[in-house]
Nanobody, 124 residues
Framework: QVQLVESGGGLVQARGSLRLSCAAS????????MGWFRQAPGKEREFVAA????????EYSDSVKGRFTISRDNAKNTVYLQMNSLKPEDTAVYYC?????????????????WGQGTQVTVSS
């Protein structure tokens, strides 16, 4: 089963930028649609962005649309989340996840492989 490892989190000031990376352990990564989710303290895990297996289609939550960009490099078995114009309310642990579906989906129930998460903290 593919394993996922996130990196790139950290502390950033409001209106700053960060790029998260998620590296997969297997070549089969290119067969999976991928998603990014986040979970703030005391809140449920929520959808952020998703990308199809070839990277041709994407979906975003309304809260990040226009600020975040998801992309993938199947040759490197890696998916990225470029986060711009960050806000304090973006503070959370960010998780990448894989689904056997080919199309992007915001539905958490379809994702069956998860990374360990990376902390993003945005100061005001």
């Amino acid at each position: 089963q593919v394993q996922l490892v996130e990196s790139g989190g950290g502390l950033v000031q409001a209106r700053g930028s960060l790029r998260l990376s998620c590296a997969a352990s297997e070549q089969t990564f290119s067969s999976y649609a991928m998603g990014w989710f986040r979970q703030a303290p005391g809140k449920e895990r929520e959808f952020v962005a998703a990308i199809s297996w070839r990277g041709r289609s994407t979906e975003y939550s309304d809260s990040v649309k226009g600020r975040f960009t998801i992309s993938r490099d199947n040759a490197k078995n890696t998916v990225y989340l470029q986060m711009n114009s960050l806000k304090p309310e973006d503070t959370a642990v960010y998780y990448c996840a894989a689904t056997s579906l080919r199309s992007p989906t915001p539905e958490l129930k379809w994702y069956n492989v998860w990374g360990q998460g990376t902390q993003v903290t945005v100061s005001s």
